[in-house]
Nanobody
Framework: QVQLVESGGGLVQAGGSLRLSCAAS????????MGWYRQAPGNQRKFVAT???????NYADSVRGRFTISRDNAKHTVYLQMNSLTPEDTAVYYC??????WGQGTQVTVSS
């Protein structure tokens, strides 16, 4: 089993920045792909970004150029730096650890 603990969500004005963190613990003996998904009210959970064990990122078109995903393998932690936030980024952000482990979610609210 893998446990994921997220932090860093909150309320920010449009144009602002936030940094999310997700620490994995438990059966993290192998370094797997990690990433972030988000779910806005009334919508399905959607892909935001993932990062391979070697550090190769992959982004949704909606966040590319504004968000940066990174990881610290020694700490089993993944980060999401979010810049130039817009109200459309408002959602619960979920950390994901391959193959199917999820964090509890952290709320990000961007006010206009």
């Amino acid at each position: 089993q893998v446990q994921l603990v997220e932090s860093g969500g909150g309320l920010v004005q449009a144009g602002g920045s936030l940094r999310l963190s997700c620490a994995a613990s438990g059966s993290t003996f192998s370094i797997n792909v990690m990433g972030w998904y988000r779910q806005a009210p009334g919508n399905q959970r959607k892909f935001v970004a993932t990062i391979s064990s070697g550090g190769s990122p992959n982004y949704a078109d909606s966040v590319r150029g504004r968000f940066t995903i990174s990881r610290d393998n020694a700490k089993h932690t993944v980060y999401l730096q979010m810049n130039s936030l817009t109200p459309e980024d408002t959602a619960v952000y979920y950390c994901w650890y391959f193959p199917d482990y999820w964090g509890q979610g952290t709320q990000v609210t961007v006010s206009s």
